[in-house]
């Protein structure tokens, strides 16, 4: 049975690339989020293996959704995801418990690698 995956970011052209590299790689995506709010919500409902995380978002940012979802499900597995490379913005990702980061725009190859060095 294919994971299933959760994408969350707010440029709708992300989801889509995100969503076709991922089916396209053999995993389910169940729903997609465009602000942290509806992550927390989409995930809490449709609880799915794998999180990809957009930092930048309205509403609520990325790193205060990681944190809100990993508060009820510290096994939680999220992905970063931004165009900001910064290293202070990567800092706050992995310390909010995310287990990667990935830089946009990213290609099919670190998608995937990603997911297969943090899934068990």
Do not use: H, W
Request: net charge neutral.
């Amino acid at each position: 049975m294919p994971k299933k995956v959760l994408v969350c970011d707010d440029a709708q052209l992300t989801r889509k690339t995100l969503r076709t590299i991922l089916e396209e790689g053999g995993y389910s995506v169940v729903g997609e989020a465009k602000d942290g709010l509806e992550a927390v919500s989409k995930y809490n409902e449709l609880k799915p293996d794998i999180v990809f995380m957009d930092i930048i978002m309205p509403n609520m940012d990325g790193i205060e959704a990681t944190n809100q979802i990993l508060a009820s499900d510290p096994d939680a597995m999220i992905i970063m995801c931004s165009s900001l490379s910064q290293q202070k913005k990567v800092v706050s990702a992995i310390k909010a418990g995310a287990r990667d980061f990935i830089v946009k725009p990213f290609t099919a190859e670190r998608v995937i690698e990603s997911i297969r060095k943090n899934v068990n």
